[in-house]
Structures are given as C-alpha cells and as structure tokens.
C-alpha cells in the first residue's frame, strides 16, 4: 500500500438489499405458517415492540422509517386532537394485494399505534381498511 492509498477517502460500499420475494417468504409464508391463526394478533404486538426499539419523533421519520423497512409509502391523509389516518400504498403494498386474497397490514399497524401512544404517553390502538380497489391501506389510530 503506498502513501497515496492511505489518503484516499474511504469507498463507501454498496447497500445490500433483500429482495421482495425473499422478504416475502419470511413474512408472508414462514411467518404465517409458524403463527397460524394468530398470526395477525401477534404481528399486531410485534409491531409495537419494534416500534419501541425505533422510535420516530415526527411524522417524517415515520415516513422514513417505512420506507427503509420496505413496508411501503405512507402518508399523513387526516390528524384530530385524537387520531390520525395514514395511508400505506407503493408497488410493495400493490404487490401483497396481488398475491394474497387477504394481505395483513397489522405489523404495521401495531407499529403506528405504539408511536403515537409514546408520543402521547397515553394508550393508543390502530386498526387497518384495506382497498382492495385501489391497494392500499388506511390505518386509524386513536389515542387518550
């Protein structure tokens, strides 16, 4: 290695990816025959401890966060004192509509729920609507 080499700034490597169907065969296949029937509740659950370990402050690390985790693009479509409504839409939310007669949206859900109950400090549950015509998905969260 000569001097020149030493000085060179540092090559940042390329981020590795998982593919989509790779994702989807632990979440939506392995997961789902392991949990059975309780696959929903438990991702639901799930989703609020994850969303302990990542915290989101605001609604652009939500965003960010979401779209990093490959859940999709969500978005901030309505706010009240006590609620919020995010849509979750993106070809990775069309996709699951496409291959699943009932995708579950609950990971999600749980995660959302359990950022605005730590934002709030107040108990807080989330529920999804799935549209199947448009594929996406609205989650409701209310909180106090």
């Known amino acids: 290695m000569t001097i020149e080499n ?12 998982v593919s989509v169907f790779g994702y ?13 029937s309780d696959a929903s509740e438990i991702l639901y659950w799930g989703g609020k401890t994850l969303a302990r370990r990542f915290p989101c402050t605001n609604t652009e690390e ?14 901030l479509v309505k706010e009240t004192r006590k609620e919020w409504i995010y849509r979750l839409s993106g070809s990775l939310v ?8 009932e995708p579950s949206f609950t990971l999600e859900s ?14 807080a549950e989330a529920v999804c ?3 199947k015509k448009h594929k996406h998905v609205d989650i409701t969260v209310k909180w106090g």
């Open 94 to 101: 069309e996709r699951r509509f496409n291959l699943q007669t």
């Open 62 to 75: 939500l965003i960010d966060f979401f779209q990093e985790a490959g859940w999709g693009t969500i978005e």
């Open 6 to 17: 030493e000085e060179q700034e540092p090559v940042e490597a390329p981020k590795e990816s």
């Open 129 to 131: 609507q799935l549209h």
């Open 110 to 123: 749980g995660f959302i729920a359990e950022q605005a109950a730590a934002r709030f400090e107040s108990d």
């Open 24 to 36: 989807e065969l632990i979440r939506d296949v392995l997961l789902g025959d392991l949990l059975g």
